[in-house]
């Protein structure tokens, strides 16, 4: 492995009794692609953001790992929306009302109590969702406001939407319509079809 300086076009000689050859990789080497993988792993882990989510690509994930892994992810984003409330959005909020008190004239709004809505995420397997959250409901584990936040709903909000759809359907003499769910096929979707 001994140096030796060399212009371009220059022939290159070994000492002698040595055969010039390639330096050789002896042990399985990393690829581009595992290279790639994980850099994007090593840069997306400083914000808990799974590997899958950053590569776009949950090919070598199965079901449970992937959910187990966002599990963490959304905690982690839950989290940094919560100091955001604190940190940023509350301070807007309480200057912005301080000032429209003095400009509009108001009353004292600054202690007005008021809640930050965010983006929901959607279940994989919105049916099992429904029924866990009509469980929740009815075991009173959980309120319409906490699962209308989830999908990033305001409860009352939705509830006046859906008093006001009642109205109408029975001005319309659509009230006593059900209707009902579709049944899944009895066939299995992993089973073969005859």
Excluded at 16 to 35: H, Y
């Amino acid at each position: 492995m001994t140096e030796m300086e060399f212009s371009p076009n220059m022939a290159i000689f070994t000492p002698e009794g040595w055969e010039p050859s390639q330096i050789k990789a002896e042990q399985p080497t990393t690829t581009f692609s595992e290279f790639c993988t994980g850099i994007v792993g090593e840069a997306a882990r400083c914000v808990n953001m799974p590997k899958n989510v950053a590569m776009c690509d949950s090919s070598g994930y199965n079901y449970a790992s992937g959910r187990l892994d966002h599990q963490t992810y959304f905690k982690s984003i839950r989290v940094e929306q919560s100091h955001l409330e604190d940190v940023v959005l509350d301070r807007i909020l309480s200057a912005w009302l301080a000032e429209a008190v003095k400009v509009y004239e108001l009353g004292d709004l600054e202690d007005s109590s008021h809640q930050w809505f965010w983006d929901g995420r959607e279940h994989v397997d919105p049916a099992k969702e429904a029924s866990a959250q009509a469980q929740r409901l009815a075991s009173n584990t959980t309120t319409l406001a906490c699962e209308y936040a989830r999908q990033g709903k305001d409860w009352e909000t939705e509830l006046r939407q859906i008093s006001k759809e009642r109205s109408l359907m029975k001005e319309l003499g659509l009230d006593n319509v059900e209707i009902e769910p579709i049944e899944e096929s009895s066939t299995s979707k992993d089973s073969p079809e005859e």
